[in-house]
């Protein structure tokens, strides 16, 4: 695979997400997306939408 995470680890991810008895709103499986829903809480609204648009290639 090129891009992205093993598909074993996202497939623990989700049966742990599956199996828990009081789950999480999110789970994360690969350090990028932890490191974003980190920023989410730090970084104000305006620029964390401004940096994700950049990331993913969006229009303003």
Request: hydrophobic fraction near 40%.
């Amino acid at each position: 695979m090129e891009v992205g995470e093993d598909p074993t680890v996202v497939a623990k991810v989700i049966v742990t997400a599956a199996t828990e008895r009081r789950p999480n709103v999110r789970y994360t499986a690969v350090p990028p997306v932890s490191c974003a829903t980190r920023a989410r809480r730090l970084a104000p609204a305006g620029t964390f939408d401004q940096q994700m648009r950049e990331d993913t290639r969006l229009p303003a």
